[in-house]
């Protein structure tokens, strides 16, 4: 069973620089609250919804945010929120992890390094 998120205590901490398929970004447009300073390329992931790239919010990476991302931290397109977010906290991989679930969660830093690779980023999608 998936752990149960509390976003009170971690405030959307796993909501930051996630590979997000770029259509999202058009698709649903009108319900992007932090403004979107630049794109990272994540590269081409057919299984997790075509091109892939990470938005940054804020030149401070350990500040990014995503841009769908409340100011009361929750997901403005939870409804809608793609196949990485709906698998975050399930432990299988080192980038869906959630320290406030106990578990080791890689720095922005990191992420952003190995999503250069789309070897890594296919590993995640296909655990």
Not at 20 to 37: C, D, E, G, S, W
Not at 50 to 77: M, S, W
Not at 94 to 107: A, H, V
């Given at each position: 069973?998936?752990?149960?998120?509390?976003i009170s205590k971690c405030k959307g901490a796993c909501c930051g620089s996630v590979p997000i398929p770029k259509q999202y970004?058009?698709?649903?447009?009108?319900?992007?609250?932090?403004?979107?300073?630049?794109?990272?390329?994540?590269?081409?992931?057919?299984?997790?919804?075509?091109?892939?790239?990470?938005?940054?919010?804020?030149?401070?990476?350990?500040?990014?945010?995503?841009?769908?991302?409340?100011?009361?931290?929750?997901?403005?397109?939870?409804?809608?929120?793609?196949?990485?977010?709906?698998?975050?906290?399930?432990?299988?991989?080192?980038?869906?992890?959630?320290?406030?679930?106990?578990?080791?969660?890689?720095?922005?830093?990191?992420?952003?390094?190995?999503?250069?690779?789309?070897?890594?980023?296919?590993?995640?999608?296909?655990?």
């Amino acid at each position: 069973m998936k752990p149960k998120c509390d976003i009170s205590k971690c405030k959307g901490a796993c909501c930051g620089s996630v590979p997000i398929p770029k259509q999202y970004f058009t698709a649903l447009k009108n319900r992007i609250v932090r403004p979107i300073l630049r794109f990272e390329d994540a590269g081409d992931l057919p299984e997790m919804g075509g091109h892939n790239v990470v938005a940054i919010t804020n030149e401070d990476l350990n500040e990014n945010r995503c841009p769908f991302q409340r100011y009361d931290y929750k997901c403005n397109i939870y409804d809608r929120r793609p196949k990485i977010c709906r698998m975050f906290g399930e432990g299988k991989h080192k980038y869906l992890q959630c320290g406030y679930l106990g578990q080791k969660m890689p720095t922005t830093e990191e992420i952003l390094t190995d999503l250069r690779s789309i070897e890594e980023i296919s590993k995640i999608c296909n655990k």
